[in-house]
């Protein structure tokens, strides 16, 4: 894989972090709100709402940035050696 191929992928990885944090919390909302018809008090519908969506964004955001952090050692041992460093590796064995 080439260089530019994996820090492409890193800031695409990056920038996409408020996009899954954003779905994360549309889908804990929606999920909140699913929980909260169970109540009478509008007020609670709405914390709960709300709390179930912190929570699961701030889960999803939590994780991906794990994740993220750990991309570069992963791409690391896809990348191809920089052609700066062919020749150093092919004295080193002569």
Known sequence: ?????AHLLVVCGWLLTPVLAWGASYVGLW??????LRFAHPLTMLGVAGLVAAVCGLAALA???RFM???????SHLMAA???????????AD
């Open 1 to 5: 894989m080439p260089r530019w191929l």
């Open 31 to 36: 999920l909140g709100a699913r929980v909260a």
């Open 63 to 65: 994780i991906w940035v």
């Open 69 to 75: 952090r750990r991309v570069p050692h992963l791409l």
């Open 82 to 92: 920089r052609t700066s460093e062919e020749p150093r590796a092919a004295t080193a």
